[in-house]
């Protein structure tokens, strides 16, 4: 049994480095606001490692030299009031020590005041569609055709030669690098969810209700993500792609579509 579990972590290990893409932990993304939730992970994720560390450590100490064959005998005590006090207020000021980054992180997603632009985002069943409020500028987004081809039923093509397979569409939402953008989420049908790991965000888009949230991409690039909300039968088929443009290339892309409302 041991033997079956050191092979199956190496085999682990291996696969993780044998694959780029192949990854445990979240992204530190391309934003302040993603590399700031990121680092609040981390630093969870250490102090529970440490947590664990240390109870788990006691308990096999405690059971090594107390066990029945060294002599040991059981206490006869039935409660310490220090020890008490020591195992609630260690865990409270840990607790505040992880909270206070979290609580102000938390404040400044929600801070979506004073945006650079908005876009309205509406979920459909299976797409997205985006309004620029001030570009005059609306579209759908849908899953690309390659992908849309492979994913058919006997339709001949391999979805391992389709780049980027079911993660591309046909219009990406474009912004300019380091603008401040305000998305405004909500759904013509059923509940959906807009994410995108790279950005930090991950909202429902709810029928009749507007959310808010906000990013700001650092990094010029193109970000992948999906519906996160089981939406119905073509859920897995509707990714959300963000492109981010530096500014003369934004207004050149802004001066091409403006007019073209499709």
Not at 123 to 149: D, K, T, V
Not at 196 to 209: C, E, F, S, Y
Request: proline share 4%.
């Amino acid at each position: 049994m041991i033997r079956k579990l050191i092979l199956s972590v190496l085999g682990l290990v291996w696969a993780s480095a044998a694959s780029a893409d192949f990854a445990l932990n979240m992204r530190a993304g391309v934003t302040e606001l993603s590399a700031e939730t990121y680092a609040i992970h981390m630093l969870v994720f250490w102090v529970c490692v440490a947590i664990g560390i240390v109870v788990f450590g006691v308990m096999l100490v405690s059971l090594f030299l107390h066990r029945k064959s060294r002599g040991a005998k059981p206490a006869n005590f039935s409660h310490s009031t220090a020890a008490e006090v020591i195992w609630t207020v260690i865990p409270c000021l840990i607790l505040f020590f992880m909270a206070v980054p979290a609580a102000e992180t938390m404040i400044k997603l929600e801070d979506s005041r004073n945006p650079d632009m908005s876009i309205v985002v509406t979920g459909y069943q299976w797409r997205w569609h985006y309004r620029y409020q001030n570009e005059g500028i609306e579209f759908f987004s849908s899953l690309a055709s390659p992908s849309m081809q492979a994913r058919t039923k006997n339709s001949g093509v391999d979805p391992f030669s389709v780049d980027n397979y079911l993660l591309e569409v046909d219009r990406p939402l474009v912004v300019p690098r380091g603008a401040k953008v305000r998305i405004l989420l909500t759904s013509s049908d059923v509940v959906h969810s807009w994410w995108v790991p790279d950005l930090a965000i991950k909202k429902d888009a709810v029928p009749g209700i507007v959310n808010e949230t906000w990013f700001r991409a650092d990094v010029a690039g193109t970000y992948r993500g999906q519906c996160a909300e089981l939406c119905g039968k073509d859920h897995g088929y509707m990714p959300v792609v963000v492109e981010v443009l530096e500014a003369d290339a934004y207004a050149a892309w802004v001066a091409a579509r403006t007019g073209s409302n499709d």
